[in-house]
């Protein structure tokens, strides 16, 4: 279940239309920009968005080339850029600036492969926020199915101390 799921579940304001693009938002470029398009974000509360996959991905010609399967750790990134997204989403300000680090990753699971031609649906939904912090419930979808959940930490890097 997704798509209108944050109006369904009592997400008040959540913007679906007249969306930013990622590149406006995310600092990544290509090829680690791993989120195609935002479907809707409602600042600091929920965000959805796409990753096709393509049969063109630069990953695939090591990892498995006779068997092409999406890589686990770039699912969790793709999930850490949409909860990103969630964390830093203004219409006013410049997004870029807040975008931080991934902080954490808890109890994540991986249920189904991932093959070229699949549209990953991905949905992150803060659960918790401290600080400058925020722990994200993630979860990702092909075919209306789940294929990998857990959580995320992300943190603004104007507050990470080094």
Do not use: C
């Amino acid at each position: 279940m997704y798509g209108n799921n944050a109006v369904e579940t009592g997400l008040d304001d959540v913007i679906t239309e007249n969306l930013r693009d990622v590149k406006e938002i995310l600092p990544h470029k290509y090829p680690f920009l791993l989120v195609d398009r935002i479907l809707e974000v409602k600042p600091k509360e929920y965000a959805l968005g796409i990753k096709n996959v393509s049969h063109n991905e630069p990953f695939f010609q090591g990892h498995f080339p006779d068997n092409n399967i999406f890589p686990g750790a770039l699912l969790i990134e793709a999930l850490a850029q949409i909860s990103g997204i969630m964390y830093a989403y203004t219409n006013d300000e410049d997004s870029q600036a807040k975008i931080g680090y991934l902080a954490g990753v808890n109890k994540m699971r991986h249920y189904k492969i991932i093959k070229p031609g699949d549209q990953i649906i991905l949905e992150s939904r803060n659960i918790h926020s401290w600080d400058n912090y925020i722990e994200a419930k993630v979860t990702a979808y092909v075919d209306q199915k789940i294929v990998a959940k857990g959580s995320i930490v992300v943190t603004e890097k104007s507050k990470v101390k080094r």
